[in-house]
Nanobody, 125 residues
């Protein structure tokens, strides 16, 4: 059974930092694209960032480039999202996602095979 378990959300002031972690199990971690989506109230879900655990290629949404960094620890089956210089508009529920499709373009376009339960991120102004 595939499981994606997020942790690390919380409340932070604008300009602060948070680190989200996604612990994956139930599949061959080295063969997937794993990433993060977010959805704010009243808005569509958007792909934030993803990484290929096979070759390390990454994708970032324009809104987070230069502020967020995604990384994978293949030994621990974990993907992390370091979020710096947070803004109120980053407030959302963040979901970990995984797809067997080897192209990061697939997840960047909004598609995924598996989803976590989500973790809340709130940024106060």
């Amino acid at each position: 059974e595939v499981q994606l378990v997020e942790s690390g959300g919380g409340l932070v002031q604008a300009g602060g930092s948070l680190r989200l972690s996604c612990a994956a199990s139930g599949f061959s971690f080295d063969d997937y694209v794993i990433g993060w989506f977010r959805q704010a109230p009243g808005k569509e879900r958007e792909a934030v960032s993803c990484i290929s655990t096979r070759d390390g290629s990454t994708y970032y949404a324009d809104s987070v480039k230069g502020r967020f960094t995604i990384s994978s620890d293949n030994a621990k089956n974990t993907v992390n999202l370091q979020m710096n210089t947070l803004k109120p508009e980053d407030t959302a529920t963040y979901y970990c996602a995984a797809t067997i499709d080897p192209s990061i373009v697939t997840m960047a376009s909004g598609r995924s095979d598996y989803w976590g339960q989500g973790t809340q991120v709130a940024v106060s102004s």
